[in-house]
């Protein structure tokens, strides 16, 4: 495994997830801009009811958190972080945070809109959606 760059923070937990605690990682006094992006677990999906949700994550899920914060902090040079969240979820918690710096806000925005783009595309995390009725859905399979 590669060794994780100074630049960039990832983890997966179960535990609540601590926004504030990756922005302060990401901010230096060089950079004017922080953009954080949250997925929260919302009520709905495709026109279903949603009651709740479990994430589950593959054993190596983490490296590939790692690999996607890397990859974006190589390509744009800012500092970067994420972590998941896995386990049962209610509506309203926060189930993914990114984070980016930079010295103004078009790279800091375009930084953290490239990680959740990749972080969903390749993390292997994988949501189960619990719906009003007692039905559930896997998505991500």
């Not at 589950?56 to 902090?73: G, I, K, N, S």
Request: charged share 20%.
């Amino acid at each position: 495994m590669r060794e994780p760059v100074a630049s960039t923070r990832s983890f997966i937990t179960s535990d609540p997830l601590d926004a504030a605690a990756l922005e302060d990682f990401v901010l230096t006094p060089e950079n004017g801009a922080v953009v954080t992006f949250r997925g929260v677990v919302r009520n709905h999906d495709h026109g279903s009811s949603v009651s709740a949700l479990e994430y589950q994550a593959h054993p190596e899920a983490a490296r590939f958190l790692e690999e996607a914060c890397v990859t974006v902090a190589t390509e744009t040079g800012v500092r970067i972080a994420a972590a998941h969240r896995v386990g049962p979820l209610t509506i309203g918690d926060t189930a993914l945070v990114a984070a980016a710096s930079a010295p103004h806000r078009a790279e800091a925005f375009a930084a953290c809109e490239r990680l959740v783009e990749i972080v969903k595309q390749t993390v292997p995390i994988w949501k189960r959606q619990h719906l009003d009725g007692g039905a559930t859905e896997w998505v991500g399979l």
